[in-house]
């Protein structure tokens, strides 16, 4: 695990600007995978999909990321009423 974490630790002064290695971005792998997965789900990609990229269930993927949802309220609306006018 020490050389895991010390390979992350030169790769992030390899691909981040000396600030961006300072900050919390992407401080641990999952970081990243974290932000894949929510931005994916926000960006409306259905959620079995998300979670067979993942390599998840539906299930832990909804546990784990519903929380990271955000402002899809009135574009959800629109699909059930769109669906309702059929």
């Keep these: 695990m020490i050389v895991f974490r010390l390979a992350v630790r030169r790769s992030r002064k390899l691909a981040f600007t000396k600030a961006q290695v300072r900050s919390l971005l992407a401080a641990r792998p ?39 949802l955000d402002g899809q309220r009135e574009a959800v609306n629109k699909k059930i009423n769109r669906a309702l006018d059929e």
């Design 30 to 68: 999952y970081d990243l995978r974290h932000a894949a997965l929510s931005l994916w789900l926000n960006a409306g990609v259905a959620a079995p999909e998300v979670a067979k990229r993942a390599g998840n269930s539906v299930e832990v993927l909804h546990r784990t990321y519903a929380k990271c």
